[in-house]
């Protein structure tokens, strides 16, 4: 007795692989994960590029979030102070990681960033908690799983030392800031060194005064009873002198280091 084979369309076939072949480049420009994985996925999902898709970044967080837990403990000894101004806010930030070589990658950099729009988004005047800016969203994906994407990512801890912000809600308060260090960033709106500082002024109407101060702080070991201490660029005056000759107030100021 004869077995007939199926009849294969060979024009559906090739119809089919260009399919795949067009879906995983498309998969393979909005991941940027290898073609083994996208085509995992779409094994996985019956060739369907939006269940493929679920599926793939389900898994990214997963594995992500893995990371994250198995590196939470190492010593983060490197990062970088980041200022944020805005006409009427300003923030300053700092973020560790394990080396420099990361310290200085754009993906770090972008979450330095995000992570002042966070801080930003608290509206709040002062020294802050780390841990309550984590749940604030940027372009709408909260910061704690920016962070887990990033250390997913680079493979490293990374953590917030510290947070300042100044809401400024008043055309008689200024700020000046300085850091050390400086390093330059393709990413627009932020200025990144290893120590920085920040100063809030009421009725300062000299912005080379205000710059003097900033860095003061940036050199002073202590910022406690800055008032009374000569200023380092000009030992002749303190500091509370100096804001008497020029009639105006220091509001708050803050420095930070990665160390």
């Known amino acids: 007795m004869l077995i007939r084979s199926p009849k294969v369309c060979l024009r559906t076939l090739s119809a089919n692989a260009a399919v795949s072949k067009r879906v995983l480049q498309k998969l393979r420009s909005e991941t940027g994960l290898p073609f083994i994985k996208i085509k995992e996925a779409l094994q996985v999902n019956d060739n369907n590029p939006d269940k493929a898709l679920i599926w793939l970044e389900k898994k990214a967080v997963e594995q992500n979030w893995a990371k994250a837990q198995k590196v939470s403990g190492r010593e983060t000894s490197h990062g970088l102070v980041g200022i944020v101004q805005k006409k009427d806010f300003v923030s300053m930030i700092t973020l560790q990681c394990e080396t420099e070589s990361v310290a200085k990658n754009e993906h770090f950099i972008t979450l330095l960033h995000q992570s002042a729009v966070a801080l930003q988004q608290s509206q ?19 910061l704690s799983e920016l962070f887990t994407q990033t250390i997913g990512r680079l493979g490293e801890n990374i953590k917030t030392k510290s947070c300042f912000s100044y809401k400024i809600d008043s055309p008689s308060i200024s700020t000046a800031s300085y850091l050390h260090r400086k390093i330059t960033s393709d990413l627009n709106g932020i200025s990144l060194g290893s120590i920085g500082s920040l100063a809030v002024f009421e009725n300062l109407n000299n912005e080379a005064v205000g710059t003097a101060i900033a860095q003061h702080i940036v050199g002073s070991e202590n910022c406690d009873d800055l008032l009374e201490q000569p200023l380092l660029q000009d030992e002749s005056i ?16 803050c420095k930070m280091t990665v160390r």
Do not use: M, W, Y
């Open 124 to 142: 709040a005047s002062g020294i802050i908690d780390p841990s309550n800016i984590l749940d604030k969203t940027v372009n709408g994906i909260k």
């Open 238 to 253: 303190t500091i509370g002198q100096l804001c008497e000759q020029h009639n105006f107030r220091i509001l708050d100021h």
